[in-house]
Nanobody, 122 residues
Framework: QVQLVESGGGLVQAGGSLRLSCAAS????????MGWYRQAPGKQRELVAR???????NYADSVKGRFTISRDNAKNTVYLQMNSLEPEDTAVYYC????????????????WGQGTQVTVSS
């Protein structure tokens, strides 16, 4: 069993900052890519940022220059530093990770966290 647990969401005024964390735990052999997605009311879930095990990153155009994704491989944790937040960033943010588990080392599975609410007021 693998779990992803997010933390760090909340309410912030426009222009403010938040830092999200997501820790993976359980029967983990190796974590490949990790990422953050978000889903606003009435909209589809969309990629925010993604980071490979080697540290290569990619971002949605809407967050480039404002958000930074990073990871601590020793802690199986991924972070999302969000600066200059805008009301349009309001959404539930989900952590995502591609993981090789101890039960099936040769198979890569995608796991999701439960989501954390980020609300940006104008």
């Amino acid at each position: 069993q693998v779990q992803l647990v997010e933390s760090g969401g909340g309410l912030v005024q426009a222009g403010g900052s938040l830092r999200l964390s997501c820790a993976a735990s359980g029967s983990i052999f190796k974590i490949s890519a990790m990422g953050w997605y978000r889903q606003a009311p009435g909209k589809q879930r969309e990629l925010v940022a993604r980071i490979t095990s080697g540290g290569r990153t990619n971002y949605a155009d809407s967050v480039k220059g404002r958000f930074t994704i990073s990871r601590d491989n020793a802690k199986n944790t991924v972070y999302l530093q969000m600066n200059s937040l805008e009301p349009e960033d309001t959404a539930v943010y989900y952590c995502n990770a591609d993981i090789f588990t101890l039960a099936a080392i040769g198979a890569l599975y995608t796991y999701w966290g439960q989501g954390t609410q980020v609300t940006v007021s104008s």
